[in-house]
T-cell receptor, first 115, second 113 residues
Framework: DTGVSQNPRHKITKRGQNVTFRCDPISEHNRLYWYRQTLGQGPEFLTYFQNEAQLEKSRLLSDRFSAERPKGSFSTLEIQRTEQGDSAMYLC?????????????FGSGTQLSVL | LAKTTQPISMDSYEGQEVNITCSHNNIATNDYITWYQQFPSQGPRFIIQGYKTKVTNEVASLFIPADRKSSTLSLPRVSLSDTAVYYCLVVPPEDSGYSTLTFGKGTMLLVSP
């Protein structure tokens, strides 16, 4: 499978716990994005990387959220001290920045439930 | 970024042609129009992209009038498996310095037997 892979698919945690999600992008893609989606809404941008550099972060993103892409390959998204409002689908996408018309390829997401 | 407006939901029957129109009155000269499809419990999937006139691929057609203030996604002969949310996005060119896609709520298409 050469698509974007996200793990785990589902995560249930208690309020106040830390969680970490992993994303493995398509191998030759140099850009990696994180989005969050709640029921009935479209995906909301969180942050993106070009190679290992984090180039943009949403102003709405709490300091409890941190993302890394240490070697320009896979990425992790960590949420510290989770709150019930963090419950959502967390989507990862990758793209090859050099295409004339950049297309994002999304993974199937990690569904987070904070109890 | 140009704001997009599209119907919240649409209903259709198998075998019919479905046209979903999106308004983007403030589209900039070099912006592209892109559509994504999302099934439940999956991430969005790129369907089609265009700049002007008509674009067709194996999945859909995209019609863009000369003023580019709107666009229409056309799905020929839909099936039950086309039930999904369809997002219209206006995408700046790569050299614009703006690199994030902004999704609205999309159009929920329900195809019935």
């Amino acid at each position: 499978d050469t698509g974007v892979s996200q793990n785990p698919r589902h995560k249930i945690t208690k309020r106040g716990q830390n969680v970490t999600f992993r994303c493995d992008p398509i191998s030759e893609h140099n850009r990696l994005y994180w989005y969050r989606q709640t029921l009935g809404q479209g995906p909301e941008f969180l942050t993106y990387f070009q190679n290992e550099a984090q180039l943009e972060k949403s102003r709405l993103l709490s300091d409890r959220f941190s993302a890394e892409r240490p070697k320009g390959s896979f990425s992790t998204l960590e949420i510290q001290r989770t709150e019930q409002g963090d419950s959502a689908m967390y989507l990862c996408a990758s793209s090859l920045f050099r295409d004339l018309n950049e297309k994002l390829f999304f993974g199937s997401g990690t569904q987070l439930s904070v109890l | 970024l140009a704001k997009t407006t599209q119907p919240i939901s649409m209903d259709s029957y198998e075998g019919q042609e479905v046209n979903i129109t999106c308004s983007h009155n403030n589209i900039a000269t070099n912006d592209y129009i892109t559509w994504y499809q999302q099934f439940p419990s999956q991430g969005p999937r790129f369907i089609i992209q265009g700049y002007k006139t008509k674009v067709t691929n194996e999945v859909a057609s995209l019609f863009i009038p000369a003023d580019r203030k709107s666009s229409t996604l056309s799905l020929p002969r839909v099936s039950l498996s086309d039930t999904a949310v369809y997002y219209c996005l206006v995408v700046p060119p790569e050299d614009s310095g703006y690199s994030t896609l902004t999704f609205g709520k999309g159009t929920m298409l329900l195809v019935s037997p």
